[in-house]
């Protein structure tokens, strides 16, 4: 069969998925929750009768890229860092379009994904949370690894971080990233559970600036001041350092950005602090 030259734009929140669950029940000999079923944009996941989780990621031949995608597996090898407990996959080749399936098989989280990726309320989150939070982060960008990060599904180099950046702000100052660490790469409030601490959805780590994962984190606090201050106070020696705030310029850019929506409560607090950490750098 010829396949099509590129793959369709799939929403899987919509998209029609109970032929593709019904292969990993078949593959994984399990049988899936429907009514636990989570559904996102790329990613659909449900509870099994083995008492486990199934993620299942559609992804197009040209988002895979050369270090592949198997970044849940991968990740299962870092030490210090709460997460599931990975137990296998199984990946395969859509018949129809240059698309690739995966699924991974985990542990069941240790609790509740804090909320959506960008909240609109503060979530309530004991000292002990915020400390397991710090420590795996800090324990993630310890490692050694070969990855490189792939936000969005884009691989993030210098010259991702540059054009980012000069997209939106001034030229007056330099972008050149001095150190690179691990990097979850999609640190958000939906890929954390509490009130025991954990991090899961690891397709996306790798190499990435220091400052990737508290810089994403403190974007998707912005419409709740008290939680982005949090956020950055735990945070605060990635935030004082000059990566760190590139990292910032780059996620604000996101936000500030010609597709922003002029309504979103981010704009203000975000432009607000681009203009402090610009101003920071060009002293140097």
């Given amino acids: 069969m010829t396949l099509s030259v590129s793959a369709r734009s799939v ?59 198997n970044g849940t597996e991968c990740a299962a090898r870092l030490e210090g860092v709460a997460q ?56 993630l960008a310890a490692q050694e690894t070969r990855r490189v990060a792939t936000p969005d599904t884009v691989t993030i180099t210098q010259a991702l971080v540059t054009e980012s950046i000069r997209s939106v702000f001034s030229d007056s100052f330099d972008t050149t990233v001095s150190r690179w660490v691990p990097a979850h790469a999609d640190l958000n409030w939906a890929n954390m559970t509490a009130p025991t601490f954990s991090i899961f959805d690891w397709e996306d780590w790798g190499i990435a600036p220091r400052g990737l994962d508290s810089a994403s984190l403190w974007a998707s606090s912005l419409a709740v001041p008290a939680l982005a201050d949090r956020v950055w106070q735990e945070r605060r020696s990635d935030f004082e350092s000059r990566d760190g705030k590139l990292m910032t310029l780059f996620v604000c850019s996101k936000i500030l950005g010609p597709d922003a929506h002029p309504e979103d409560p981010r704009l203000k607090p975000a432009r607000r602090m681009a203009e402090q950490v610009i101003e920071e750098l060009q002293k140097g």
Wanted: charged share 30%; proline share 5%; hydrophobic share 40%.
């Fill in 84 to 139: 599931p407990a990975w137990l296998g996959c199984l990946v395969w080749q859509d018949s129809d379009e240059p698309v690739m399936w995966r699924a991974d098989e985990t542990g069941l989280l240790p609790g509740e994904p804090v909320g959506t990726a960008v909240l609109s309320e503060a979530p309530i989150l004991l000292d002990e949370w915020w400390q397991a939070l710090n420590d795996s982060l800090d324990a």
């Fill in 11 to 69: 929403d899987l929140r919509v998209e029609p998925v109970d032929q593709v669950l019904d292969h990993v029940e078949r593959s994984l000999q399990t049988c899936l929750d429907r009514d636990t079923m989570v559904r996102k944009r790329r990613t659909v996941g449900a509870r099994t009768d083995r008492g486990t989780w199934v993620r299942v990621e559609r992804r197009a031949f040209c988002r895979i890229g050369v270090q592949g995608w």
